[in-house]
């Protein structure tokens, strides 16, 4: 039924622990970030508020708080180029490594080797941001073409529940593009514009059972997070109650915060273990459809974006981002 072991997750998860723990420092850190920022904003509020009625009080609260919110998110809105590169191409990268057999550095050491070889493969930042948006892009873009993806499903007639599962199959694309970067670490691209035009053409002549394996890990991946959110709940509300005034939202809010942290230090890499060892079994051995090279040509602006890049990225090019140096013999 699916292509990948959990059991074979777990164990990558337990050989990257230091990795995991990368993650954990970042993402908790970012939902301590927003409930000591929200909750400052929520007490100048309050304090704001003295100054006149009891609604008026709590309106200044509630304002005060969402602000807080709205300030965090913005500046976490121009770190997400910073993480993407630090945390989770690192950690994809030593997962790839592991998954084809490798000894991994322990340690502190294991990440400063995950970063050289992201550096080796991408080169800056903006270079590997850049190919993650378009490759999301193409993404959404061979789910369009692949519309029939539910009739294979033994549910004739069942237009509503149809439409369910084609709206679950796009949310399981979005831990895709991680799989397509870990090809690309994988193969040693010299090019990633080209490696990544050849992992999505690999990916869309596989699209059904990779879909199929897709919404299974993100099945998982979503009762994992709803039960983190339940058991979020009582902390979160905790720090509401020491948040001066009423903010009754708060404790849903901070309760999917914590929820989201979790889920990004902990949930998000063992789903992308399983999707990388299932994407590597489904496309042992193959090599790119010219026929689908041409379909995605013709259906995505971005994919012959890519395209573009890849032939100015082989002569020399600094489109996307400066081209990495050339590893030391």
């Known amino acids: 039924m ?5 059991g074979t997750s777990m164990t990558v998860m337990r050989r990257t622990a230091p990795f995991i723990l990368f993650r954990m420092v970042v993402y908790f850190g970012i939902a301590v970030a927003y409930v000591v920022v929200t909750g400052t904003g929520a007490g100048i509020g309050w304090t704001v508020g003295l100054a006149g009625t009891d609604d008026f009080q709590a309106s200044s609260t509630v304002w005060g708080g969402a602000i807080g919110l709205g300030a965090t998110a913005a500046v976490l809105y121009f770190l997400r180029e910073y993480i993407l ?72 007639g069942l237009d509503g529940a149809v439409k369910l599962i084609r709206a679950f199959l796009k949310t399981a694309v979005g831990l895709l593009d991680e799989v397509i970067l870990g090809h690309l670490i994988r193969t040693r691209a010299e090019n990633p514009w080209s490696g990544g035009r050849d992992a999505l053409v690999l990916y869309a002549q596989n699209a059904k059972p990779m879909l199929m394996n897709a919404a299974w890990i993100a099945l998982a991946s979503w009762i994992l997070s709803f039960v983190v959110f339940l058991l979020m709940l009582a902390p979160a509300a905790l720090v509401v109650w020491l948040i001066p005034g009423s903010w009754s939202a708060g404790g849903f809010i901070f309760a999917i915060i914590f929820a989201w942290a979790v889920k990004a230090a902990l949930i998000e890499p063992f789903a992308i273990a399983c999707l990388l060892q299932a994407y590597f079994k489904v496309t042992d051995g193959q090599t790119p459809n010219p026929e689908w090279t041409a379909k995605l040509d013709g259906a995505s602006k971005k994919f012959k974006e890519m395209g573009q890049k890849a032939a100015s990225w082989a002569t020399g090019g600094r489109v996307g981002g400066a081209r990495p140096e050339a590893p030391a013999p």
């Open 85 to 156: 590169y630090m945390v989770k191409a690192g950690h994809i990268a030593v997962m790839v490594e592991y998954l084809e057999g490798k000894d991994l550095p322990e340690g502190r050491s294991q990440i400063a080797h995950a970063q050289a070889v992201v550096k080796e493969r991408f080169g800056a930042a903006n270079t590997l941001f850049a190919l993650d948006q378009i490759v999301k892009g193409v993404l959404k873009v061979v789910v369009g073409i692949i519309q029939g993806i539910a009739n294979f499903l033994p549910i004739p």
């Open 2 to 6: 699916t292509d990948f072991s959990f």
